[in-house]
């Protein structure tokens, strides 16, 4: 049974690790565009598997910000994983032993949840790690092959690579705020207000890590305070 | 002061791992409370938006390279391409942009 599961898992998980070496390759150009090493980048990829969370610590990795900045904007950006858990907790088999629950919050990903969640009996932890064994070689390997034509490709394709993880940001945040009002809001409110803290006196010297704090808690508070979701939506988040 | 690269990548990957841990190992309810539920769905959103909004303008060597690369990048987005897709169309533009500049 257990076999079965993990199999599935694998079958599963090739189309996320398709989809994650495609992103993943983004993160290892923009890491050595950033000046980091091939070992760094795999480093990051191997022990973080979150797009939006890496590149956010490689933007404060690049811009020198302090270990505070980092550890808060990883929490920010990386608290929905908090909900995904909570909701894994519940589907999990019951009759799993309690030392699978720390094994398995290393691959906790939008992605991965989403197979688990779309499993239409309790979650066997097998099924898990076959999904997993999967696609986080697809990550890693996509920041290894990104990495690697980052640092023998010339200086002037560096450059234009800067933009890279800002359009990937933008793949991200602008289809789901086509289709919902709210979540359009949320992103102009966001970059406008990020806006305001670059340019007005005093607030722009509030380092960048902790302006995406204050931004993201203000808006998200906001928006979660006026326009509730409505029931079943939480799930859907982005990449 | 110099920072560690790899204490960062310690931070990162601790902090992510105990976001993901801790509701898994004591959770026995899942959270019902629509606001926080609401919290949630919204902070990739408001997060990446901030990331990207005005820091995309000072990414390139010219800001009118990377005003070219968020136009291009917002339309790409727009029309549902894949992320790839997207990110080299934005590295693209500033690419064009970055090469015709010098004649402007």
Not at chain 1, 80 to 85: D, E, V
Request: proline fraction near 3%.
């Amino acid at each position: 049974m257990k076999t079965k599961d993990y199999q599935n898992g694998l079958r599963d998980g090739v189309a996320v690790a398709l989809g994650y070496f495609a992103v993943s390759f983004t993160f290892g150009m923009a890491s050595a565009a950033d000046g980091l090493s091939i070992l760094q980048a795999v480093l990051i990829s191997l022990t973080n598997v979150t797009s939006a969370g890496q590149f956010s610590g490689l933007a404060i990795i690049a811009a020198g910000g302090t270990y505070i900045e980092i550890a808060l904007t990883q929490l920010v950006i990386n608290l929905r994983y908090c909900l995904m858990s909570f909701s894994l907790a519940q589907k999990l088999n019951r009759t799993a032993p309690h030392w699978h629950r720390y094994l398995m919050a290393y691959s906790v990903t939008d992605e991965i949840f989403g197979l688990d969640a779309s499993l239409d009996k309790a979650l066997s932890p097998a099924y898990h790690y076959g999904v997993t064994s999967v696609a986080v070689p697809g990550w890693v390997l996509g920041t290894l092959a990104g990495a690697v034509s980052g640092n023998i490709l010339p200086a002037f394709v560096i450059s234009a690579l800067g933009v890279a993880i800002y359009g990937m940001f933008l793949a991200i945040i602008i289809p789901p705020a086509r289709q919902n009002r709210t979540v359009l809001l949320v992103v102009l409110s966001a970059m406008g207000l990020s806006f305001l803290f670059s340019v007005l006196p005093v607030l722009n010297r509030i380092t960048s890590g902790f302006v995406i704090i204050i931004t993201t808690v203000t808006v998200a508070g906001i928006a979660a305070w006026l326009r509730p979701i409505e029931d079943g939506k939480a799930e859907e988040g982005g990449r | 002061m110099e920072h560690n690269i790899y204490l960062y990548i310690l931070v990162m990957a601790g902090v992510t791992y105990l976001i993901r841990m801790l509701p898994l190992a004591l959770s026995k309810k899942e959270i019902t409370n629509i606001h926080v539920r609401s919290f949630l769905y919204y902070v990739p959103y408001a997060c990446l938006a901030a990331m990207t909004f005005p820091a995309i303008l000072h990414a390139t060597a010219s800001t009118y390279s990377a005003l070219a690369g968020l136009i291009v990048a917002v339309i790409a987005a727009y029309r549902g391409k894949s992320l790839l897709t997207v990110a080299l169309l934005a590295c693209a533009a500033v690419f064009v942009v970055e090469r015709i500049l010098p004649f402007c």
